[in-house]
């Protein structure tokens, strides 16, 4: 059966909060945006950790639900990459430049997904 898209937004998450990526958020962007169904935004303190984290993200989906990302723009050393699962975006940041780019506040209209289980 193949993985929705906030399935996929999910399990992106997932692999990036293994990685110890910092602040993760995901956003419902039907109804706000043409580009995606669901945004992931997430972010790193390191090169060695910003490309674990993209690694890590994009291995998992590959191993586990044969997803790969359609395209990647960006590498860790310039401190801010996305890859593009069609239905899914994810940003992977430097905490510097995502909070000088302010992605929350341009995306303040979509719905925050909670991913997190409760322990």
Request: glycine content about 6%.
């Amino acid at each position: 059966m193949a993985i929705n898209g906030q399935q996929l937004a999910r399990q992106c998450a997932k692999a990036a909060d293994e990685t110890k990526a910092e602040n993760i958020r995901i956003w419902d962007m039907r109804g706000v945006s043409q580009l995606t169904d669901f945004m992931v935004v997430c972010s790193g303190t390191s090169m060695p950790q910003l490309r674990a984290i993209l690694r890590d993200v994009a291995d998992r989906l590959e191993q586990e639900h044969g997803v790969k990302p359609t395209h990647t723009e960006g590498k860790a050393d310039t401190r801010w990459v996305v890859l593009d699962f069609i239905d899914v975006i994810v940003h992977v940041m430097d905490q510097e430049l995502r909070e000088f780019y302010g992605l929350e506040e341009l995306w303040k209209d979509a719905k925050e997904v909670h991913w997190q289980t409760a322990a």
